[in-house]
């Protein structure tokens, strides 16, 4: 029998072919759902982001993917090099940032509107045309430079949000399955006291998740912890 957490990593990985017309994470995803539940990988029971309840687990380690991503940034995403340097590299960053601190003292309504459009007016691009690989998850700097798919969108959303002093419990990205156009795709979920905001790349409008009736939540994960989606019983 193969191991639990080698069948989870496989099956994760099978599904993370995000933006790209495969159609085949509902299935995966709901049976990864299935397995985690019976097996007793949840913890407890918490809101229902698009309808689906979810459960927290502790350990994040499966997603090798979202740990590099969290390291490079720290790496990576820091506006100090020499601008007269004709590549990129990190003083680009300085428009973001200052983009971030132009916001910073507008109502957090509008600060989330702003990144999601910020982030939305760049190129959609697969990983495999940008990296050479099927699945690349970015950091601002990357993205900000070579566009990206609909995680790359998410993760820059997020970051943007972090560098403002929201906190990450309230953050999260969403790996889900788009039932209307049969895709896996990702969003990024904002946790208010009342409600969850989604930021999207396939909408300019920053909408509740109760909105949104096509989205069939798979698993979600932020710096301290990961979810999985369930049907509410």
Known sequence: MVPIFSFVQQTIAATRRRGKPRGR???????????????????????????????????????KQWLDVLERHVQLDVPEADCAERRFNRCHLRAWLAFIEDIRQLPFAVQLQRINAYANQKRYVLDIDNYGINDYWAVAREFLYNGGDCEDYAI??????????????????????????????????????????????????????????????????????????????
Request: net charge negative; glycine share 6%; with cysteine.
């Open 25 to 63: 994470l509902g299935t995966a995803g709901v049976l990864l759902a299935a397995l985690l539940w019976c097996l007793g990988f949840s913890a407890h029971a918490g809101q229902d982001l698009f309808g689906y309840q979810e459960a927290k687990q502790a350990d994040i380690a499966l997603f």
């Open 156 to 233: 820059t959303k997020l970051l943007s949000l972090r560098w403002l002093g929201v906190e990450t419990e309230r953050l999260r990205i969403v790996v889900l399955q788009d039932t209307n156009l049969r895709i896996p795709h990702a969003v990024l979920a904002v946790y208010g006291n009342d409600d969850i905001f989604i930021l999207d790349n396939q909408t300019e409008q920053v909408v509740s998740h109760r909105d949104i009736v096509h989205y069939v939540p798979v698993y979600s994960i932020n710096e301290a912890h990961w979810w999985i989606h369930t049907p509410l019983l």
